[in-house]
Structures are given as C-alpha cells and as structure tokens.
C-alpha cells in the first residue's frame, strides 16, 4: 500500500484526505478512531513532523515531536460511504474562488442561530445569494456576482459551521463545488500530484430543525 486515507462524518458532512506515501507497507492496515483522539491529534501536530505508527488489536500508538500519544480502538469497521455518495457529473458545477465564498459565508454566519446555525444558499441568474434571518437577533445577506456557474438555479439550505468548517480547511484557492441531486448536495474534490481532499455536504431539511 503507497497512500493513507482518512475518512470522517457526522451524519451531515462526510470528509476524506487521501496521501501518497513515501514508502511502501507491505500490509493493508483499517482501524477506526474516536472523534476525540483525531481531534487531540491535530490539535498536537501543529507543525508538520514525520509520525510513527504503531497498532495492536486494541490500540494506537504515535510517536512524534518527542510525544507518545496513545488511544483506544472503536471495534467494528467505518461504514461503506462510497455506495451512497451519488457520481459526480460535469452539470451542476460551480467554479469559485474559496476566499471569496468562505469570506461571504463567514459574514453571513453572524446572524445565524448560536444553536441551529443554518443559512440559505441559492444560484439564480448566475448569482449566488447567502443569507440567514433568526428573529431577535437579525439577517444578514451576501451576493456574490459574475460566478462561473454550469447548471440549473436553485435553493438550498447548509449549516453554516459545516460549510465554513470545509472552505476553511482547503487550501487551495480555485475550487469546484458540484451540487448533485433533487436535494443539492455538495461536493468537494481537490486533487493533485500527492494528495486528495474530498468533502460532501448535506442540505438541511424543513423538518430537521
């Protein structure tokens, strides 16, 4: 095996980074991690630094920046996402600059619900238009013009922190957003010589609030 993937969701955003490796391992490792330890992780691994691996039947040990991290194992093996994510298809397709489109999110997200966190998303004449309204509080609306957009308008809802979580962690400033589906739902897929980053969001429902 030459590349390490690793893949997470919450039931409304599904994540996936895929690596190549420098070296080759000799076996096919899957093991399934607790939220808390990916998030420890990361938190830790503030600089980039080479880890070393190390698993039991049970158990994960890391080794990195003079730090021994060691967690549980959740028994059992992650869910088998790729047979519902529907294919992606050149209709539908937006191409925009992340910078432009995290900014307008993020504006928009401050008249959000603290506990909802939910925001209306629409393409409509080649515009996209983000706006939020919770009473008490107060609305806010975005516009974004001039958008490379392929496909038919539509109106969709996202919860905020989800979209702005994924713009947040893409590093790279030209994306592509495909919105597949009667529902709308978004995906992400970035790629290039070493790495992939694959994101798919789910629309908000009515009666989910």
Do not use: W
């Amino acid at each position: 095996m030459e590349e390490i993937t690793i893949t997470a969701t919450d039931g409304f955003v599904l994540s996936s980074a895929k690596h190549k490796l420098s070296e080759n391992i000799n076996q096919k490792i899957r093991v399934v991690l607790p939220n808390r330890t990916l998030s420890e992780i990361v938190r830790l691994l503030k600089d980039e630094a080479m880890v070393d691996v190390y698993l039991n039947d049970n158990q994960i040990m890391l080794m990195f920046n003079d730090i021994i991290f060691i967690s549980r194992l959740i028994d059992g093996t992650f869910p088998d996402y790729k047979c519902f994510i529907p294919q992606v298809t050149p209709d539908n397709v937006l191409h925009v600059k992340n910078s432009i489109l995290l900014n307008a999110c993020k504006r928009v997200d401050i008249m959000t619900s603290v506990d909802i966190n939910i925001f209306d998303f629409s393409i409509q004449n080649n515009i996209i238009q983000i706006e939020s309204f919770t009473p008490g509080l107060g609305e806010a609306k975005e516009i974004i013009i001039d958008i490379n957009y392929k496909g038919e308008d539509f109106k969709v809802r996202y919860n905020s922190k989800h979209l702005i979580n994924i713009l947040k962690s893409i590093d790279v400033e030209e994306i592509d957003m495909f919105f597949i589906g009667d529902k709308k739902a978004g995906i992400i897929d970035i790629k290039d010589d070493t790495e992939e980053y694959f994101y798919f969001i789910i629309p908000r429902i009515e009666d989910e609030e």
